[in-house]
């Protein structure tokens, strides 16, 4: 099997690399940094305050988090980003897993925000996804397996990171309480449930939610309570038929914006899709803070010589380097394979690396490392969020070591 990128993916990945810096380049990026911080205390206000969970009208006019650019999700739409695996003949680009790899690669590289897998994972399900009219969040309702800690509570490491882990029980069932980014921008949400459950859509509105602080300023996140997702689920209307495409009740400028409900696809599908593509968002940020500790070590002069001349530098710069290669190397083969203990691999070594990576570019950058004006801590933020999505390091070292179980009883049998 020949893992080698083509001269026609090189050319889709260097191509999404100069749309993404033409359509969103850094100062782009700072604006809405810049923006969400101005409204942080008007957020911890509104959360501080209010009682119970609000729709997303309210918590658009009232809680100050970033409404997602809907300019921006509709260039993403028009260049193509979420119609990458969806048919030509349903007007998509009809490429692959590999491609889309590529692409979410640089995505990761330029910190885009928004809920990109979820609303590329949603094209063609729910109208209006793939040509980025609408914005498409998920919730993942599984129990993490293995107990391991929920979004935010702590990374690849092992470190804390501002929010709580989950509770300790084993297997995959409905949990108390999940978080979901971008939700007040949303116009729908994919709820996955546990494991051959089946995935469905609702509508934004129908989500009952309360924002909390998150430790990324460019991805807002609320805390949605399980069981009032599945009371949500059981009062809508089932829709027969797998793969529908979701349309909008009663509203007809707002396409996407629904309250029907429809079963989608596999759970167990969607949710390995979804790990492997935010692998690749972190493996992108891990070559960006990579290229990032290079470049400043060149430049940055003491003692009469740039401080990439020093060993201790020189070191921190190399195992960079190996840590983005060998998490390159199994999201690479994690996109061809599509094995479940594959892409845990590449979910693991990806968020390793964008973690420990950001650190390490931040130790070259020394004290400018730490100020805001510097963008090794949005790599650091943004990396620490995506290593608690979809899948921890804790699920993804279980998936592989029932996968090696399972591999030693075949053997043996």
Not at 22 to 43: I, N, S
Not at 279 to 307: C, K, N
Request: with cysteine.
């Amino acid at each position: 099997m020949d893992f080698r990128i083509t001269e026609d993916q090189r050319a889709l990945r260097e191509g999404f690399r100069a749309v993404l810096s033409r359509r969103f380049p850094r100062e782009r990026l700072r604006a809405v940094v810049d923006g969400a911080t101005e409204e942080r205390a008007f957020a911890d206000g509104a959360t501080e305050s209010g009682g119970g969970g609000t729709t997303t009208a309210d918590r658009a006019a009232s809680n100050g988090q970033p409404i997602l650019d809907r300019r921006l999700w509709r260039e993403l739409g028009e260049a193509g980003f979420f119609t990458l695996r969806l048919a030509e003949a349903d007007d998509g680009v009809g490429l692959g897993l590999p491609e889309a790899v590529l692409v979410f690669e640089e995505a990761g590289r330029a910190l885009l925000p928004g809920p990109l897998v979820a609303t590329h994972l949603a094209a063609g399900l729910v109208a209006g996804a793939a040509e980025g009219e609408a914005v498409v969040t998920a919730i993942d309702l599984a129990e993490p397996a293995f107990g391991a800690p929920t979004p935010g509570g702590r990374d690849g490491n092992g470190h804390e990171h501002g929010c709580a882990a989950g509770r300790r029980d084993p297997g995959r069932r409905v949990q108390d309480a999940v978080l979901a980014e971008h939700l007040a921008g949303a116009d729908a949400v994919i709820v996955v449930g546990p494991d051959g459950a089946g995935v469905r859509v609702l509508g934004a509105d129908d989500v009952a939610a309360v924002p909390v602080r998150s430790v990324d300023p460019a991805t807002p996140l609320h805390r949605v309570a399980g069981g009032a997702v599945t009371a949500a689920l059981s009062a809508s209307p089932r829709a027969s038929g797998a793969g529908r495409t979701v349309t909008a009740a009663g509203d007809p400028t707002r396409t996407a914006r629904t309250r029907t409900l429809e079963v989608c696809g596999d759970a167990a599908v969607l949710r390995r899709e979804a790990a492997l593509l935010t692998a690749a968002q972190q493996l992108g940020s891990a070559g960006r803070t990579l290229d990032m500790a290079v470049r400043y070590a060149g430049e940055r002069e003491q003692f009469g010589q740039p401080i990439g001349a020093f060993q201790a530098v020189k070191h921190l710069c190399a195992e960079m380097l190996v840590r983005a290669e060998v998490a390159r190397s199994a999201v690479y083969a994690a996109a061809v394979t599509g094995n479940a203990g594959d892409c845990a691999a590449a979910k693991l070594l990806a968020d390793e690396a964008a973690v420990r990576n950001a650190r390490d570019c931040l130790q070259v950058h020394g004290g400018m490392g730490f100020t805001w004006e510097a963008d090794v801590h949005l790599h650091l933020k943004r990396a620490w969020v995506r290593a608690g999505q979809w899948q921890s390091a804790a699920e993804a070292e279980e998936i592989l070591a029932a996968g090696l179980i399972d591999d030693m009883s075949e053997r043996f049998v």
